[in-house]
């Protein structure tokens, strides 16, 4: 895990663009894997490079919750599982996810892994599995990391058959006590499309606010949909969670 220290940490440039790292990581950490936080040598910004790290490494980023639910950086390797998933569950996750429909081929999810990790070696996100009992039940990512003001923004899906059993409410939970935990963030935000009461229960049971709703925030095929702002702080996380 990261090692915590007082104040942010050092200012890096990765692919021109400077950017911030948590307290005590250096890029160097994160592309050589040191602090047990990565082990992405070689994952540089080509689809090549990324496509030839095919994972197998333990030292991968990995967070371990309750009964049995695991996360995971996601691997080019992953990709069919999580195609896969999607195929199971299609007009389920259409209702809410605007890329289901133009996600439809291993690759279209390699791009979109790729992605993942290319915003985790820059430590500006990530996008995890979430494993239950050994078997990949859906995703959970973070939409940026802000180092500036120490706040993120989490998104998340599950395969239709893994929901109503608790897991996405744990996978939030244990994503989050690893960020304030370890990466000394503040705010967490998460959004839901009004009319989206499975996604807007799980920052509700987490203790989240309300903060209001954002008008007309996501295309979704055919229409606008509306979106309510929940956000946690750091200094309420544990007051009140389910
Ligand atoms: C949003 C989504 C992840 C919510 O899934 P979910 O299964 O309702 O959420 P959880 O995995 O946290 O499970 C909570 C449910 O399990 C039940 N549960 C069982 N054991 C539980 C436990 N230990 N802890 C919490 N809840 C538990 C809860 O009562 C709840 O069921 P209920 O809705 O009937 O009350 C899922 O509906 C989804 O992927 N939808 C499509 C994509 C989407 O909308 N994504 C979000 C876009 S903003």
Redesign the pocket.
Known sequence: MVRPSAGLGSKRRVAGRPILWPPGVTGDDLVRGRNGIGFLAGVGLSAERVGSFRGGSSRVFRLNGE?GIHLRLLEIRDAEQVLDLIDGSRP??R???PWVDATRTVQDVQTFIHSGLQSYVANSGRELGIWRDGRLA?VIGLHYINWTHRLTSI????GEE?????????ACRTLIDFLIGEYQLNRFE????TE?F??R??PE?LGFTNEGTQRQAEWLYDHFVDHVIYGMLAEEWGNDR?
Do not use: D, H, P
Not at 155 to 158: E, R, S
Not at 162 to 170: L, S, V, Y
Not at 190 to 193: G, H, N, P, V
């Open positions: 009964n389920y996750l209702e809410w996810l859906g998104g998340y899906w599950l893994f929901q109503a059993r608790g897991i996405m409410t744990t998460i959004r839901a499309a989206n499975k996604s229960a799980i049971r389910g």
